[in-house]
């Protein structure tokens, strides 16, 4: 089971945010990160829990490994405001992703 | 450039069959995983499972399996994602997503979604 924290995170633009996915028990670094805006598809950012995607700035960081995990957004944009979802890929536990946390701005 | 196009809105009865279609380009379809997400309305992402479509091999959720089959067709680079007998509760937004690599890995590409609905 992935939960992420907090449920919804109010940060002013420019700011940086932090998001956090706690694992119930070891992935090592099989952890993805997906942002999704609304009215649209989930885009990846960041897999192997630190790996930047192709195109993904680099104001976006992932870090962790085991059972916890963070998402930092540093500087953050207007276009940055959505949902954000970890996913861990390990083969067991099944498959699952967080629960999601919504970034808004203050 | 990868893309995944996915077939149109669908509106069904309770106990019909349906199969939607995710068509890929941009890359050799026949060598990569290729899933299944689900968003229910105002919900999270979940994982159905995955397909290699080279050999159709397939891996289910365990939250999906029994209640959706998975298909693919190389030749002309298409996935399936079948029901035989729909339920209100498969209302849902459903993605389909190209693994970066192996069967349980990070879902790099996403197709545009494809809403169904399932109501009497």
């Known amino acids: 089971v992935l939960t992420q924290s907090p449920a919804t995170l109010s940060v002013s633009p420019g700011e940086r945010a932090t998001l956090s996915c706690r694992a119930s028990q070891s992935i090592s670094t099989n952890l993805a990160w997906y942002q999704q805006k609304s009215g649209q598809a989930p885009r990846l950012l960041i897999y192997?829990?630190?790996t930047r995607a192709t195109g993904v700035p680099a104001r976006f960081s992932g870090s962790g490994s085991g059972t916890e995990f963070a998402l930092t957004i540093n500087s953050l944009q207007s276009e940055d405001f959505a949902v954000y979802y970890c996913?861990?890929?390990?083969?067991?536990?099944?498959?699952?992703f967080g629960q999601g946390t919504r970034l808004e701005i203050k | 450039e990868v893309q995944l196009v996915q077939s149109g809105t669908e509106v069904k009865k309770p106990g019909e069959s349906l199969r939607i279609s995710c068509k890929a380009s941009g890359y050799n379809f026949a060598s990569y995983w290729i899933g299944w997400v689900r968003q229910m309305p105002g919900k999270g992402l979940e994982w159905m499972g995955v397909i290699f479509p080279g050999d159709s091999e397939t891996r289910y959720s365990p939250s999906f399996q029994g209640q959706v089959t998975f298909s693919a067709d190389k030749s002309i680079n298409t996935a399936y994602l079948l029901w035989s007998s729909l339920k209100a509760s498969d209302s849902a937004m459903y993605y389909c997503?190209?693994?970066?690599?192996?069967?349980?890995?990070?879902?790099?590409?996403w197709g545009q979604g494809t809403l169904v609905t399932v109501s009497s």
């Open positions: 997503v190209k693994s970066y690599s192996g069967s349980h890995s990070a879902l790099e590409y």
């Open positions: 192997q829990a630190s």
């Open positions: 996913h861990h890929y390990n083969v067991w536990p099944p498959v699952t």
